[in-house]
């Protein structure tokens, strides 16, 4: 069941652009974010990430301004540049019963830390679990194209994530890494499962 192992630039940028087409929902009130965990809670797998406004100035870092948490369909953008860390958001993060999945998740987790402290339980990083597949990429956008043939633009990575507004580009493209690491997972858990069954 092994993967290709690694995906050449040209091959990746001639894969066609993912879109996100589920339903994405800016969080920007502790009680619409008290409303989004209820839903959450219910759900046995997540997909997560997070967003970072740009520093160009050396030795500057800003605080993270958004935290994303997908379904199968739908994901939820906190803007924690508006509502901070609220205790509803922290008790997620540290629940045993929904798992989340992300990739590079020391960095997010430091970075949340700088906002308020945190204790992460039940979570998978995608860098350790795709290398049991085969895969020796590091990044979502190649991770995502050896496995579903599609590129995952970063066209919006640098943009300003503690604008007064989201852009459409910029839900759109938060949306989707936080919804690709959970398709990632799942794809790869199930075809696990079923070489399991057919042993």
């Known amino acids: 069941m092994d993967f290709k192992a690694k995906i ?19 969080i920007q009130t502790v009680a619409d974010a008290e409303k989004a965990v209820r839903f959450l809670k219910t759900q046995s797998v997540v997909g997560f990430d997070t967003e970072t406004k740009p520093s160009f100035v050396k030795g500057k870092s800003n605080q ?5 948490i997908s379904t199968e369909d739908v994901c939820f953008l906190f803007r924690l540049s508006v509502i901070g860390m609220p205790r509803i958001l922290s008790d997620f993060l540290n629940d045993q019963t929904v798992m989340k999945i992300g990739l590079s998740l020391r960095d997010d ?22 290398k049991t597949f085969g895969i ?51 794809h790869l858990h199930s075809m696990q499962n079923n070489m399991i069954h057919n042993v």
Do not use: H
Not at 64 to 68: D, E, G, I, S, T
Not at 141 to 147: F, G, N, Q, V
């Open 8 to 26: 050449s630039k040209e091959e990746l940028s001639a894969c066609p652009a993912e879109v996100f087409n589920g339903r994405a929902y800016v």
């Open 64 to 68: 993270v301004a958004l935290m994303q």
């Open 109 to 130: 987790f430091r970075a949340l830390n700088k906002r308020a402290a945190v204790e992460p339980a039940n979570f998978l990083d995608l860098q350790n679990y795709v």
């Open 136 to 186: 020796e990429e590091n990044s979502l956008t190649k991770i995502y194209a050896i496995l579903f043939g599609k590129r995952i633009s970063k066209a919006q990575r640098l943009s300003n994530w503690e604008a007064a507004l989201l852009t459409e580009r910029q839900i759109g493209y938060a949306a989707l890494d936080a919804w690709a690491t959970r398709q990632i997972f799942v």
